[in-house]
């Protein structure tokens, strides 16, 4: 390999997360995903070198090439991708220790072959990009699923197992079993997510499980790589607040709660933010 992917445009955890701040310039994508996951999983490996990880992403790209250079229909381009990522590589959805949190850091994502479905989702979405093919993750409640457009074809893929394509009675039942049985597939069901969405979703997975352990310290590091996705989201800002005082950091508190303040369009979320800063405030005189 040439030196190229080793180097990669971060190597630490400043210029990672200044390499996700630029990306978040950027919009909503398309994004470079696999190398944005690949800095998010950096942030918490910080000793671990990255030059074998973004060999493997390319080794992924380039299989996949590969065995796809006639697929035009979408099913033959996820045959394809399935063939590379779950055939030749073994990746599957970690059903056993679904809530293991290295199943959410792409870094052991790969080193282990398996995780969870949008981290899963990450590695598909980056090597059938590759080709220059039309992929997105998709607003299904619950269980990350991908849209992979062909020629004049479209097709649902699950990467939790095996890249498998979903049936529309396939979509309901799963559905059904992760959003209760009175749910029904809607548009909104397949309705395709930016690529910040996607990240935010696969941080939002290690911050939830860290809150639950009560590692508050470290949920508030996976915070500040999400607000580096995304520095408008009030929720996010109002959520490091809200940490921030659970360690009595109060001045970092109520300096996320007038971040969030200053970003909240919704009245009711603005009242229960302004009253929380003053509380907060005048603990602090």
């Not at 095996?162 to 059904?176: D, W």
Request: charged share 25%; aromatic share 4%; glycine share 10%.
């Amino acid at each position: 390999m040439t030196g190229r992917s080793s180097e990669g445009p971060f190597q630490d955890r400043t210029s990672a997360l200044a390499f996700l701040r630029s990306l978040a310039r950027l919009g909503d994508g398309p994004w470079p995903i696999g190398e944005a996951a690949l800095a998010l999983a950096s942030l918490d490996r910080p000793q671990v070198g990255l030059a074998r990880y973004r060999d493997h992403l390319e080794a992924l790209a380039r299989e996949v090439a590969a065995g796809a250079s006639d697929a035009a229909e979408a099913v033959e381009r996820a045959a394809a991708l399935s063939a590379v990522l779950a055939g030749a590589h073994g990746y599957r959805g970690d059903e056993l220790t679904y809530d293991d949190l290295q199943n959410a850091n792409l870094m052991r994502v790969i080193d282990r072959r398996k995780g969870l479905p949008v981290a899963l989702g990450i590695l598909y979405l980056h090597a059938g990009r590759a080709q220059g093919w039309d992929m997105a993750g998709l607003a299904f409640p619950g269980h990350f699923l991908l849209r992979l457009a062909g020629v004049g074809s479209v097709c649902i893929l699950d990467p939790f197992r095996g890249g498998a394509v979903l049936s529309t009675p396939e979509m309901r039942t799963l559905l059904k079993s992760v959003a209760g049985e009175e749910r029904e597939l809607s548009a909104g069901c397949y309705a395709p997510v930016p690529d910040r969405d996607v990240l935010l979703r696969l941080q939002n997975n290690i911050k939830l499980r860290l809150l639950e352990a009560g590692r508050n310290e470290a949920a508030l590091s996976v915070i500040e790589s999400m607000l580096a996705l995304a520095p408008e989201r009030a929720d996010i800002w109002r959520e490091q607040g809200t940490v921030s005082a659970s360690l009595g950091n109060l001045g970092d508190a109520i300096r996320a709660l007038e971040a969030s303040l200053t970003r909240e369009r919704d009245s009711t979320r603005r009242f229960a933010t302004a009253a929380l800063l003053q509380e907060l405030k005048t603990r602090l005189q």
